[in-house]
T-cell receptor, first 115, second 114 residues
Framework: NAGVTQTPKFQVLKTGQSMTLQCAQD?????MYWYRQDPGMGLRLIYY???????DKGEVPNGYNVSRLNKREFSLRLESAAPSQTSVYFC??????????????FGDGTRLSIL | LAKTTQPISMDSYEGQEVNITCSHN???????ITWYQQFPSQGPRFIIQ???TKVTNEVASLFIPADRKSSTLSLPRVSLSDTAVYYC???????????????FGAGTQVVVTP
């Protein structure tokens, strides 16, 4: 009953370091998403993958890259971390079958601090 | 993409019914209305989704008037554990190119007190 699993749960980086956030889902969903959430704000979409093998930019893609490794896994990479990227990062997935019922299932987040 | 407007915060007492109204004046014909709940230190959780009239599940009810320009999430007899942020989203979730465009606003912070 894992759903969406994110690793790590917490991370502290220094400015300029690189890091990859991992996300895996076990629901056989086609679509996966990466969001960031800053204090007191809603979620903002960074990148999404509508299906295995495709990725697209969301609202705030600058400074990030993603890889849809396979149907289960969608990773988010920070090549050169900046303090402005301090945030809570959420991964989500949805069935993506085009049947009109597409609720997203979220992981519990990765809390990332960049000093 | 339909923009949504909802109150920033609402306070309630245990046992009361809480109604959160979301305005979406430019909702499109194919758009669905979806509500999520988020507790501190957790990801959002899907609550309910609807297209028109009324939808009810074990957690909440969603009322959508005929013109669909607003919707109301109703939480019956709230408890302390219903304290959370509630998000209203509107979009055509049946289209591939819309999946990445659903936007979470700041949501409504609901605080339930004894």
């Amino acid at each position: 009953n894992a759903g969406v699993t994110q690793t790590p749960k917490f991370q502290v980086l220094k400015t300029g370091q690189s890091m990859t956030l991992q996300c895996a889902q076990d629901m056989n969903h086609n679509s996966m998403y990466w969001y960031r959430q800053d204090p007191g704000m809603g979620l903002r979409l960074i990148y999404y993958s509508a299906s295995e093998g495709t990725t697209d930019k969301g609202e705030v893609p600058n400074g990030y890259n993603v890889s849809r490794l396979n149907k289960r896994e969608f990773s988010l990479r920070l090549e050169s971390a900046a303090p402005s990227q301090t945030s809570v990062y959420f991964c989500a997935s949805s069935p993506g079958t085009g049947n009109g019922n597409q609720p997203q299932h979220f992981g519990d987040g990765t809390r990332l601090s960049i000093l | 993409l339909a923009k949504t407007t909802q109150p920033i915060s609402m306070d309630s007492y245990e046992g009361q019914e809480v109604n959160i109204t979301c305005s979406h004046n430019n909702i499109a014909t194919n758009d669905y209305i979806t509500w999520y709940q988020q507790f501190p230190s957790q990801g959002p959780r899907f609550i309910i989704q609807g297209y028109k009239t009324k939808v009810t599940n074990e957690v909440a009810s969603l009322f959508i008037p005929a013109d669909r320009k607003s919707s109301t999430l109703s939480l019956p007899r709230v408890s302390l554990s219903d304290t959370a942020v509630y998000y209203c989203l509107v979009g055509d979730i049946g289209l591939t190119d819309s999946w990445g465009k659903l936007q979470f606003g700041a949501g409504t912070q609901v605080v339930v007190t004894p």
